[in-house]
């Protein structure tokens, strides 16, 4: 590799969202009866911003050229494996129309989990971080200037107010590091979030941390049973379904489990009773996925099941969004009214002495 070459910057990989609008054009034009290039061309045109115009022409050049759409996905390294994979199945069946409007559903799924995800982290960070600045604007600057009315009316604060005050240099000094430490992690977390390593490695302490390793496990499940009815409906055959949709899940459990389904199936073992054994579902989730086999709509029974996993992680995080509200307003409440009463009922008796 050359110097120049190794100075390049990675391409910038496309988010989930802007994944299923570029899928839904496809579909649209394909549908329509347009040409593939001269869609490419026609999307080229429409492109909003000079990122998108910039990717849009190097995949239209491609086609034009004669590649194949997989190829001219995989060339520019903006598009997910598993997206260049599915592409080159529908264009070797002949059904890139259906599988271009299932990678659109896929996507946009992921997006709709990803949005409710940071709707859920915003507000409560939002509160943590409202809450140390109160608590550090009434120690810091509220209280001295409380301790100078006291002093002014020839009056000395209670012990516990003194000592709150005397705390309260200290006290600020802390709550400037926890703002400086809560602002860090969240320009930690966004740069994490844009880089394919660094949502791995999130993915990995997420599937660990003990608040989260349920909703993770779920997402999990959920991502296996979406990327199953994908293949499916797209005409692949179950041993390659489980290859990709294990690989996708991003979870060591169901990529295991999805290995281990695929030896039993090469032993003979249906592949219901294949999937019950490895427990990649369970409880009623594992039940309908059997049902739904042997009944031969393998593809519409984890199509429910990945929709079923979804509303389940989206009630999970309301739970906690639910909990933790209330709560980070208890705590601020406390200690804002700790603080103000520490101040006022001994005022308030030297003003009535005066009166």
Not at 190 to 212: I, M
Not at 290 to 307: E, K, L, P, T, W
Request: aromatic fraction near 6%; glycine fraction near 10%.
């Amino acid at each position: 590799m050359t110097p120049q070459a190794a100075a390049q910057p990675s391409p910038k990989a496309l988010g989930p969202g802007e994944i299923a609008a570029f899928c839904a054009q496809v579909s649209l034009i394909l549908k329509a009866g347009i040409a593939l290039p001269e869609g490419m061309a026609i999307l080229c045109e429409d492109a909003g911003d000079r990122t998108g115009r910039e990717i849009l022409d190097g995949i239209a050049r491609r086609v034009d050229a004669g590649e194949p759409l997989y190829t001219s996905l995989a060339a520019g390294g903006h598009f997910p494996k598993y997206m260049v994979d599915m592409v080159e199945i529908g264009e070797a069946s002949g059904r890139l129309d259906q599988v271009m409007d299932a990678l659109c559903g896929y996507y946009q799924r992921q997006e709709d989990l990803s949005r409710s995800i940071k709707a859920a982290v915003t507000y409560p960070m939002a509160m943590i971080f409202m809450m140390l600045l109160t608590v550090f604007v009434l120690v810091a600057k509220v209280l001295p200037i409380f301790g100078q009315v006291f002093r002014q009316l020839g009056s000395e604060m209670t012990a516990f107010s003194q000592n709150l005050l005397s705390f309260g240099a200290v006290l600020g000094r802390v709550v400037l590091v926890l703002l400086a430490v809560l602002a860090a992690g969240a320009a930690a977390l966004l740069v994490l979030r844009s880089t394919a390593g660094g949502r791995r490695w999130l993915s990995r302490r997420a599937q660990s941390f003990f608040p989260t390793r349920d909703i993770a496990a779920k997402m999990a499940a959920g991502r296996f049973a979406d990327a199953m009815a994908l293949t499916l409906s797209s005409g692949l055959d179950v041993d390659h379904a489980l290859e990709l949709a294990g690989r996708l899940a991003d979870n060591p459990r169901v990529s295991q489990g999805a290995d281990r389904c695929r030896r039993l199936l090469r032993e003979g073992v249906p592949f219901a009773d294949a999937l019950n054994e490895t427990r990649l579902f369970s409880g009623l989730t594992a039940k309908m996925a059997a049902v739904g086999i042997r009944a031969g709509a393998a593809d519409q029974v984890m199509r429910r099941i990945a929709d079923r996993y979804a509303d389940e992680v989206d009630d999970k995080i309301s739970g906690i969004v639910s909990v933790l509200e209330p709560t980070l307003v208890a705590v601020l409440s406390v200690i804002v009214g700790a603080i103000l009463l520490s101040v006022m009922l001994p005022l308030m008796g030297i003003m009535s002495s005066i009166g």
